[in-house]
């Protein structure tokens, strides 16, 4: 009986014996002038048309990727006494953010041969196709990416931040950070057993400017020049109003 | 309070820009300069992308050189005439500049040699500026009997298109001045600024103006400067950020109107020391960014095709 369930879990295709069925606390988040970051609660429950098959425990991966862009990752050398820029490579797809959340140690919840397929780990969520032949060492470019966005608070994972009650219920938190951008943030939820993914939801959260932040960047893209004379504008509306206003003052 | 930037896409604390503001427009109303070479580094420690720092910060210099203009149109202290020239010049050199900006960016390490510019002319006006303040000082401390040397008539002064700057109390031929423009004009186009730094200690030195007129001459001139950039700038690079922009010239237009007035109470030689000691202050700090091995060798930019 455990043989043929296992040969059930091993072969693809085969509908799922464990499904997620999803909530978010809301799927669109909106950057208002007083935008400080937001916190998303992803929730959700485990549904079975049979009991949970016994041997390995059900674990749960989230992923929240935000919009994935070229970035080029340059390298600082000593050249004549003092610091330039000297190598650089282009990651083809980085995305803007990313947070990985599980119920327990990532290497025991995913297998490497199911992150390589379904790119959940933070190194393989990042696209590089290739160096220049020239820089031997190009890793250590993509690491120096994730290094310097995980500081930043820009990608993170979570181990264990995935609460996950009676192999039926979980939710996560997934916090998002001041220096958001927008656009389409892929959420993803891999249920697990023994390294092994069992079933994928995805989902979008979309993110989007409103109010005041969307007027400017919206006046700024399609009427630049409109823009640029505004900005002036006020510039000197500024000047003249604070020296008008000192002069006030002063009598 | 935190306040969404909408060009820059991120977040910051609006009273530290309101801070920085009011800083650089205190030294903008004391001494002349625009503060563009103090902002822009500031701004990038504050994590604005450069990009954005240095589209928005000429309209933040719009607003509080104008303000700064203001007060010293109202005590007589602007050489229109003069400006009017030296703008002419500046307008010239930043299209030339612009265009060798073009050059050097297609030949890549467009970056580092702003860098070098920037300690190189900070540097020796600093240090030009310092020498002779010092100098001044001592002079006046031996007593009224040591007074500096008159002006004495040069080639300068057998240069013909001879014009009379009455505010300056000047008589001398309009191609100096273009020529001061022109180059600082182009260093500007170059290094992102409005050249202030460069165009006070010029026409202080070059063309022998007063100290106290030299202040709101280079003010005059630097809106005009700044202006255009940050009209190429929204238009080019779409970098400029409004909301940024407020915050900063908020503070810079207040502070600019307490700096005039602080730097109507000093003498002329304390005020070139105190800028020639700020301009070897942040030329030093970079030279030393440059020396020093930073603690992160990478760094990180979008790919722009």
């Not at chain 1, 600082?76 to 947070?99: C, H, M």
């Not at chain 1, 009676?166 to 959420?187: C, D, H, I, K």
């Not at chain 2, 730094?197 to 106290?212: C, R």
């Not at chain 2, 700096?259 to 030393?288: D, P």
């Amino acid at each position: 009986m455990i043989r043929l369930l296992c040969l059930l879990l091993l072969l693809p295709g085969l509908a799922a014996a464990e499904e997620v069925v999803l909530g978010l606390s809301r799927d669109e988040v909106s950057i208002s002038t007083t935008f400080d970051g937001d916190e998303i609660l992803i929730f959700g429950a485990i549904k079975r048309e049979e009991p949970a098959p016994a041997g390995n425990p059900l674990e749960v991966v989230v992923t929240v990727a935000g919009p994935s862009v070229p970035v080029t990752v340059r390298r600082k050398a000593r050249v004549a006494g003092i610091w330039v820029n000297t190598d650089a490579v282009e990651v083809d797809l980085a995305p803007s953010f990313y947070a990985v959340a599980t119920t327990g140690p990532f290497d025991e919840v995913l297998s490497a041969v199911e992150d390589l397929r379904h790119r959940v780990s933070i190194p393989r969520a990042i696209r590089s196709v290739g160096a220049p032949a020239f820089i031997p060492d190009s890793e250590s470019f993509t690491d120096a990416l994730i290094r310097i966005r995980t500081e930043a608070g820009l990608y993170r994972r979570d181990e264990g931040a995935v609460d996950l009650s009676e192999e039926t219920l979980f939710q996560a938190s997934v916090r998002l950070p001041a220096n958001l951008v927008e656009g389409q943030y892929a959420t993803r939820i891999f249920l697990t057993r023994g390294g092994r993914v069992v079933d994928v939801y995805v989902t979008q959260i979309a993110v989007n400017k409103v109010g005041l932040e969307r007027w400017l960047f919206d006046l700024s893209k399609s009427h630049a020049l409109i823009y640029g004379l505004l900005s002036l504008v006020i510039a000197v509306a500024a000047g003249w109003g604070a020296s008008a206003a000192f002069q006030a003052l002063r009598r | 309070m935190q306040i969404y930037l909408p060009i820059a896409e991120m977040s910051v604390n609006a009273f530290l820009l309101l801070g920085l503001g009011g800083i650089v427009g205190v030294l903008s109303g004391m001494f002349g300069v625009g503060g563009g070479f103090l902002l822009t580094p500031l701004l990038f420690f504050v994590g604005i992308p450069p990009a954005v720092a240095v589209g928005t910060q000429g309209n933040q210099i719009v607003a509080s050189s104008l303000s700064g203009v203001l007060a010293h149109v109202k005590r007589r202290t602007v050489d229109f005439r003069m400006g009017a020239v030296l703008l002419a010049g500046g307008l010239m050199g930043s299209a030339f500049g612009v265009y060798i900006f073009t050059i050097l960016r297609s030949l890549g390490q467009v970056d580092l040699l702003v860098e070098l510019c920037y300690v190189v002319f900070l540097g020796i006006v600093g240090t030009l500026m310092l020498i002779e303040s010092l100098r001044a000082i001592r002079r006046a401390r031996l007593g009224p009997g040591a007074l500096p040397p008159r002006k004495r008539h040069n080639w300068v002064h057998n240069l013909p298109l001879k014009v009379k700057f009455r505010v300056s109390g000047l008589y001398i031929s309009v191609i100096p001045p273009i020529l001061v423009g022109m180059l600082v004009g182009i260093l500007s186009a170059i290094m992102g600024v409005g050249g202030g730094f460069i165009m006070v200690p010029a026409m202080i030195y070059l063309l022998g103006m007063p100290t106290k007129v030299v202040v709101g001459t280079s003010l005059f001139q630097i809106i005009f400067v700044a202006a255009f950039t940050t009209l190429l700038h929204a238009t080019a690079n779409q970098t400029v950020d409004l909301i940024l922009a407020v915050l900063l010239l908020i503070g810079g237009v207040i502070g600019a109107q307490i700096g005039t007035r602080i730097g109507s109470r000093l003498r002329a030689e304390q005020l070139r020391i105190a800028l020639a000691v700020m301009v070897l202050a942040v030329g030093g700090k970079l030279a030393l960014d440059l020396l020093i091995e930073p603690s992160e060798l990478y760094s990180i930019a979008e790919a722009r095709e």
